[in-house]
């Protein structure tokens, strides 16, 4: 029960004799928020992690001191908030994990069932094909990018079929 709250403390001695007495408490809510479920994102997009909460003090694993931080790693990135217009300053934390895939196949899942996309071989040696169909009347940006996270290739397509 958050707010004020009536406590009663009772006793009894090893011979039988009991005693009680009652006293007000506060009890305070801690600052709750989520960074997410476990994610995984393209190794050429940071991923930006918020606490969604103002006016805290924040204390990210990466020793930064701000509300929101750019993953721009893989790993566990763990937050801890403090509220400090509570009593007790108290706190919540939160960890999430982040995964970068080397090879990343993104299409807008409002279209991913009436669109083909299909590329051999991988890994490769220097040369790919690719089928790419369904994107009739669509601009389409194909980045081809290395396992170090680099772009080796960039072609933007236009009404391709």
Same mark, same amino acid.
């Given at each position: 029960m958050i707010g004020n709250t009536k406590i009663t403390y009772s006793f009894t001695d090893g011979i039988g004799c009991q005693d009680s007495a009652?006293?007000?408490? $506060? !009890?305070?809510?801690n600052p709750l928020f989520s960074l997410g479920a476990d994610t995984s994102t393209c190794v050429d997009i940071a991923l930006t992690l918020d606490?969604?909460?103002?006016?805290?003090? *924040?204390?990210?694993?990466? !020793?930064?001191?701000t509300q929101t931080v750019q993953a721009s790693k893989a790993g566990s990135w %763990?937050? $801890? !908030?403090?509220?400090? %217009?509570?009593?007790?300053?108290?706190?919540?934390?939160?960890?999430?994990k982040v995964d970068y895939e080397a090879v990343c196949v993104s299409i807008d899942e409002s279209i991913a069932t009436t669109t083909e996309l299909? *590329? *051999?071989?991988?890994?490769t040696h220097g040369r790919v094909n690719a089928i790419i169909k369904g994107f009739?009347?669509?601009? $389409?940006?194909?980045?081809? !990018?290395?396992?170090?996270g680099s772009i080796v290739?960039?072609?933007a397509l236009k009404y391709a079929s």
């Open positions: 009652n006293q007000m408490i $506060v !009890v305070e809510s606490a969604q909460l103002n006016n805290m003090i *924040y204390l990210w694993s990466t !020793v930064d001191s %763990s937050l $801890v !908030v403090a509220d400090t %217009s509570t009593i007790a300053n108290c706190t919540y934390s939160d960890t999430i299909k *590329y *051999y071989p991988n890994p009739e009347g669509l601009d $389409v940006q194909l980045h081809i !990018v290395s396992a170090h290739y960039h072609e």
